[in-house]
């Protein structure tokens, strides 16, 4: 798969010395891959929606309902009463 991205690309890059719209399609491929490819930086390896992202998520939102107790501690919150 990256060789046959990698193939599209130089094409596009070629075809961009008659026509420069095919360097911007060159890039935005370029760019997409790197966004979106399989094992891209940032996700630190990790499949999508692996085990490591959802522990992430949780601890996450441990985090702000911890923040938000703390916040609103000893306070009664319900639909009829929100905080003020």
Known sequence: MVVLLG???????????????????AGALVYLALRYGRGAAGRGGAQRGGYDE???????RDKWDRR??????????????PVQ
């Open 7 to 25: 193939i599209c690309v130089v094409v596009l890059v070629v075809m961009g010395f008659s026509q420069p719209v095919w360097w911007l399609a």
């Open 54 to 60: 959802y522990r992430a998520r949780r601890e996450q």
């Open 68 to 81: 938000y107790r703390r916040q609103h501690r000893g306070q009664r919150i319900t639909p009829d009463r």
